[in-house]
């Protein structure tokens, strides 16, 4: 696998925990700061294309092409209105995917046969946004990705599936990426004011220690109007919190890359 670039996976098995955003506000931080930043949208529903403005109609060549070996990086991404950003985007077709390939040897390594290219290094970060279910499509993010970067949403349930979430992680780093390692947890949806949100965020310190990240995503009205628009929130409302947290989110992912690198 190369080296040159930072591949994230950026996945949690449960749905609504702000999965997409963090993917999209992310990227466009990381861009925003100087990194050329594509994502891959491995969710047949297409958020995190329709939250970059891509029209549907514009999609004429998709994730599932890229992930079958029909078309290439370079044919499948497209610029976005972010400078340094790009995005291969999803279309329905990828329902289809699991069936198609579930014969083949290879089944789990399409993916990063697809961006273990030379041109794949034209990007410094490669975030791989994943469907809200462990199916063939994230196996093949985790496949392909150094590390996986989990949102986790401040409620009651949450530790519940972040250690089901980390026993995947655990089952595909012994059998299909021994490489694959978490690169942090972040805290979705965060409300001061409730105490079960303080608590969420002092047990999932207490359980993973520096693998969470210091910067909590606070509940924004404005980071959940964005995507209607087609913009990332950090265009959308530079200065309301939800955007200021997904830079200083930005800010963190770099740090522990430059760390990583230094040991």
């Known amino acids: 696998m190369f080296e040159k670039n930072r591949i994230i996976t950026i996945a949690n098995q449960k749905g609504g925990v702000g999965k997409t955003t963090t993917a999209i506000n992310l990227a466009t931080a990381l861009a925003a700061i100087g990194e050329r930043v594509l994502i891959v949208d491995l969710d ?93 499509l994230t196996m093949n993010a985790m496949a392909a990705a150094h590390s996986v970067l989990v949102p986790l949403q401040c409620e009651f349930f949450a530790l519940e599936g972040l250690s089901q979430l980390l026993e995947t992680v655990d089952q595909v780093r012994r059998t299909i990426n021994p490489a694959l390692d978490i690169q942090g947890i972040v805290l979705t949806m965060f409300d001061a004011r409730n105490n079960l949100a303080q608590q969420v965020v002092s047990d999932v310190r207490t359980y993973l220690g520096d693998k969470v990240y210091h910067t909590l995503i606070p509940r924004n009205v404005r980071v959940s109007e964005a995507p209607s628009y087609g913009k990332p929130a950090i265009l959308y409302d530079l200065k309301c919190a939800g955007s200021q947290a997904y830079l200083q989110l930005a800010s963190e992912v770099i740090q522990r890359e430059r760390r990583r690198k230094a040991a």
């Open 44 to 136: 047949p529903q297409g958020n995190a294309s329709t939250g970059l403005g891509i029209e549907r109609r514009e999609r004429k060549i998709s994730s599932y092409d890229l992930l079958m070996g029909y078309n290439s990086v370079a044919e499948t991404a497209l610029e976005t209105a972010v400078p340094n950003l790009w995005i291969v985007p999803s279309t329905m077709d990828l329902l289809g995917f699991e069936m198609e390939i579930s014969q083949s040897s290879d089944r789990a390594f399409k993916l990063r046969r697809a961006l273990n290219t030379d041109e794949a290094q034209f990007y410094s970060y490669i975030l791989l946004d994943c469907p809200p279910s462990f199916n063939l």
